[in-house]
């Protein structure tokens, strides 16, 4: 595949073991227009930039190198990691986003994404519960890159995980309320367990991060309520990692 190097000063000075890197964060840009994204992840005065920017036909950029800290995921937490800069890999995804007019990704672009994403798989060994997006690491902050973004398709091909339950047997659980409080616990439980980090005591942050789940796994309806169907999916997931 061809890499069109594109280098952006947004990094930190010292320079990382590629044993660091654990994580891979997929963003959208959320701007007008690939031109503009390309400047502002390039600019000094931004103070953002990702690894990789691919755009909407496929071409892939290479604006900082893995073994330096890119600036893309700001404070955020997965699992045992926090302030996941250190041990990601950050790649941009140039869509409009839900500010200037979210559209779905490009085949192109994704089919890009997928080879970027597997030969840095095979490169750093990422575990496939280690590739996220952006809202996942930081729920109470970010949507990107948001319900457009076909997590299943791409863990079909072994990037990142997926539930597999039967769509229509799944649909039966929808809006079914949970009653009791140890499924509310079990539930809370299994976020953790996929790498969610967020504090139960606050109602809009655990509500940030209900949505930040459905955003990236049932996606056909994002409420921030803890229904059945959810239970299921978080469970199903929960049970294979
Ligand atoms: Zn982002």
């Known amino acids: 595949m061809k890499i069109n190097n594109y280098f952006s000063p947004n990094f930190d000075n010292a320079k990382r073991s590629t044993y660091s890197i654990k994580i891979i964060v997929i963003h959208y840009t959320g701007m007008q227009s690939e031109r503009e994204s390309i400047k502002r992840l390039c600019s000094s005065k931004s103070k953002v930039s990702s690894h990789f920017l691919i755009s909407r036909n496929g071409k892939v950029y290479r604006l900082v190198k893995d073994n330096r800290i890119a600036w893309h995921a700001g404070k955020s937490c997965w699992g045992k990691y926090k302030n996941l800069n250190k041990n990601s890999i950050g790649i941009e995804l140039v869509n409009k986003g839900h500010k200037f007019g979210y559209t779905s990704f490009k085949k192109k672009q ?132």
């Open 110 to 241: 994704l089919s890009s994404l997928i080879s970027v994403c597997g030969s840095l798989i095979k490169k750093y060994k990422i575990q496939k519960r280690n590739i996220v997006g952006h809202s996942d690491i930081a729920p109470f902050r970010k949507i990107d890159p948001g319900e457009k973004f076909p997590w299943k398709e791409l863990a079909s091909k072994k990037i990142g995980i997926w539930h597999y339950c039967e769509p229509n047997f799944l649909k039966r659980f929808r809006k079914i309320k949970i009653k009791e409080k140890k499924e509310k616990i079990k539930f809370i439980k299994n976020l953790n367990n996929i790498g969610y980090c967020f504090p139960t005591n606050n109602k809009p942050l655990f509500v940030k991060t209900i949505k930040a789940f459905q955003r990236h796994y049932r996606k056909e309806l994002i409420n921030g309520l803890i229904d059945k169907e959810c239970m299921i999916i978080a469970n199903n997931l929960s049970k294979k990692l």
